[in-house]
């Protein structure tokens, strides 16, 4: 049998057909980079939506597989299982108060994934992140490096339009980095940001820093608030192809991910924010950045908060 009759895309599973992942299929399709698989439980709305981007396929130039279902079977093999399915945050919610309800939903969801891609990668992106992170580690039974969070690609996205701005500078001149969970404790590091090599920190007051660290804290529920209904999705979704091509082309980026930590960064079982290099078995390097006291403790307090809220839902769920 010739090597063209062997061939077979990569696959890419998205549970979860809302804007996030709606939009996320649409990237990885036109940048040619995956067959796409898009499920949800509402019949009818992931086979319209594929057959959309299928009609638009000749205009945009990508020849990807685009399949809509509401069925398990037909996520079978997926090299990447990415989750979105879940209850979005309304004006007034944080991201804590879909903890119980989205854990059910994602339980679900990797149970009957995992079932027909048994080798998948999965990449989590419901809320709250790193405990819906370690919940869907627990249920898959996968080694932890093939399962993680995106959230440090979208508040390092965050952080570093924000500098942009301040500094009316290409935001493609900026580097940022943000570490810990997802939410109101993460933890931007400015010392880690730059602008075409040089740190923030000798362009920008602390005042500046200290305000466009606390944009970046509130940058999805900025968003939230402007929107009234729904959320973000453009750049959440433009964050999960930053890992999925990462991964897909083996590319051993830096991308800062929600990772389970075996006494990394001095914290121990449990999902959180930190650099790591990404490549085709998932993630393969976590890296340990220096960081200051105040950073330290900073992080600590992030993955403590983290931790008591993942120790609950274990308690509850599983």
Request: proline letters at 4%.
């Amino acid at each position: 049998m010739d090597s063209v009759s062997t061939y077979r895309a990569c696959r890419v599973a998205i549970i979860g057909s809302g804007s996030v992942g709606s939009t996320l299929a649409q990237r990885i399709a036109e940048k040619n980079l995956a067959d796409v698989l898009l499920l949800d439980v509402v019949e009818g709305r992931p086979q319209g939506l594929a057959l959309d981007l299928l009609e638009a396929s000749g205009l945009v130039g990508h020849h990807r597989q685009i399949v809509g279902t509401n069925d398990y079977a037909e996520t079978a093999d997926s090299d990447i299982v990415v989750i979105t399915a879940g209850l979005p945050r309304k004006p007034g919610m944080s991201r804590d108060d879909l903890l119980q309800v989205n854990g059910k939903i994602v339980l679900d969801v990797v149970r009957q994934a995992i079932a027909h891609s048994p080798q998948a990668r999965f990449i989590v992106v419901t809320n709250p992140l790193d405990v819906m992170v370690y919940l869907a580690w627990k249920a898959t039974g996968l080694p932890s490096q093939q399962v993680m969070g995106m959230a440090g690609v979208l508040d390092s996205a965050r952080f570093q339009t924000f500098i942009a701005m301040a500094l009316k500078v290409p935001p493609q001149d900026v580097s940022a980095m943000v570490l810990g969970g997802h939410g109101d404790l993460m933890v931007p590091l400015p010392q880690y940001s730059t602008v075409c090599g040089i740190p923030v920190t000798e362009l920008l007051d602390q005042a500046t820093i200290d305000r466009l660290c606390d944009r970046t804290r509130n940058g999805g529920a900025e968003i939230v608030g402007l929107l009234q209904k729904g959320g973000a999705y453009s750049a959440p979704s433009a964050a999960i192809y930053k890992m999925v091509e990462a991964i897909l082309l083996n590319q051993s980026r830096i991308l800062p991910a929600s990772a389970y930590l075996r006494g990394q960064y001095g914290l121990e079982d449990l999902y959180l924010g930190v650099p790591c290099r990404l490549g085709w078995t998932g993630i393969e390097e976590i890296l340990e950045l220096r960081l200051t006291d105040a950073e330290q403790a900073l992080l600590q307090d992030s993955g403590d908060f983290v931790k008591v809220r993942t120790e609950q839902v274990l308690k509850q769920m599983l």
